[in-house]
C-alpha cells in the first residue's frame, strides 16, 4: 500500500483511523524449545493422520530445531522435504 500519510496512520473504509499493521506487535521467532516440539508434534502428525513410517533420529530433530531459525513454516517446510527426500531415497 503506498501513501503520502505518514506509516502509522490510516483510516478504514468507515473513516476511523487505525494503525499501521506493523505497528500493531512484534512477532518474535520461536525458541530453541518450542521449534524442537514443533518437529516432534509435527512428526507425530504425520505419523498418524498420514500413516508415514518416518523415524528421524533425535540428532536429527534436533539439528532441524537449531539450524531453521526464521519461522515456524520453513521449519515445518524443512521436515516436509527431509520426509520427501526421504521418501524418494527410499524408493530408488
Known amino acids: 500500500m503506498n501513501s503520502n500519510k505518514p506509516k502509522t496512520i490510516f483510516c478504514d473504509l468507515d473513516g476511523t483511523l487505525t494503525k499501521h499493521p506493523k505497528d500493531v506487535g512484534l512477532i518474535?521467532?520461536?525458541d530453541y524449545e518450542l521449534r524442537y516440539n514443533i518437529v516432534k508434534a509435527k512428526i507425530y502428525e504425520l505419523k498418524l493422520?498420514?500413516?508415514i513410517s518416518l523415524d528421524l533420529s533425535e540428532e536429527i530433530k534436533k539439528f532441524i530445531s537449531s539450524e531453521i531459525r526464521t519461522s515456524v513454516?520453513?521449519?515445518v517446510g524443512a521436515l516436509n522435504r527431509i520426509i520427501s527426500f526421504s521418501?524418494?531415497?527410499a524408493k530408488s
Open 87 to 89: 521418501k524418494n531415497f
Open 73 to 75: 513454516r520453513e521449519l
Open 28 to 30: 518474535q521467532n520461536p
Open 49 to 51: 493422520n498420514h500413516s
